[in-house]
Structure formats: structure tokens, C-alpha cells
């Protein structure tokens, strides 16, 4: 009986370095991904401006004030607003 619950104990302890390599190990993956995602939006020269903002909500105006079959395109793949 004595010997089961070393053996217990024993596999026990064994888990719980595993598992706290694994959490270490883990832990340092998600670091390297998070540092490479913030090195990475760094790294964007991309300015924003509020000029993109206005273009999409006139569209969207467009949109629902004539809806889909307002726009027809035209041979240059432009289209126009009818």
C-alpha cells in the first residue's frame, strides 16, 4: 500500500514539471508572437487619415439613399451614380 502512494506521488510530481515546462515553453511562444506582431505594426508607414473615413460613410450614403441599382459601370470599369 505504502508503495502505491509513492508511485502516486512520484508520477504526480513528474506531471507537474511537465507541466510547468510546458506553461514555460508555451509562455514564450506567445511572447515571441506578440513581440514579432508589434515589431511587425511598427513598421507600417501607412498615415490615416480621415479622408478614407469620409470616402467610406459618402458610399454608405450613396448606398442606402439609391441602394444597388444605382451604380452602373461603365466600359473604362468605372462606375457612376445615377
Not at 7 to 29: E, N, V
Not at 55 to 65: D, G, K, M, T, V
Request: glycine letters at 8%.
Amino acid at each position: 500500500m505504502a508503495l502505491g502512494i509513492i508511485d502516486l506521488l512520484d508520477r504526480i510530481g513528474a506531471s507537474r514539471a511537465m507541466m510547468k515546462f510546458l506553461t514555460i515553453y508555451c509562455g514564450f511562444g506567445f511572447l515571441v508572437v506578440l513581440a514579432s506582431n508589434v515589431w511587425s505594426i511598427s513598421t507600417w508607414t501607412e498615415t490615416r487619415a480621415v479622408y478614407d473615413d469620409i470616402c467610406y460613410l459618402r458610399q454608405a450614403h450613396l448606398f442606402e439613399r439609391f441602394g444597388l441599382a444605382a451604380s452602373t459601370p461603365t466600359s473604362s470599369g468605372m462606375t457612376t451614380t445615377i
